[in-house]
């Protein structure tokens, strides 16, 4: 193939495989949601589960 389009994240696989970024088409991140309901009766707990997930990816808490 000529071309691919792929989900890069670190560009590791592309430069172990000779290849390189030409154009980025979209820029997308995770999301995480929490409905309504379930963030007004366990905010404390999702807001926990923000704070590991934070943390495991390197950010500082403020």
């Not at 193939?1 to 172990?16: A, F, P, R």
Request: proline share 2%; net charge neutral; no cysteine.
């Amino acid at each position: 193939s000529d071309v691919i389009v792929d989900i890069v994240e670190t560009g590791k696989t592309l430069k172990e495989n000779d290849l390189k970024v030409i154009n980025t088409i979209f820029p997308i991140s995770a999301r995480l949601i929490a409905n309504k309901s379930s963030y007004k009766f366990k905010d404390a707990r999702i807001n926990e589960l923000v704070l590991r997930l934070s943390q495991s990816m390197g950010e500082k808490d403020d």
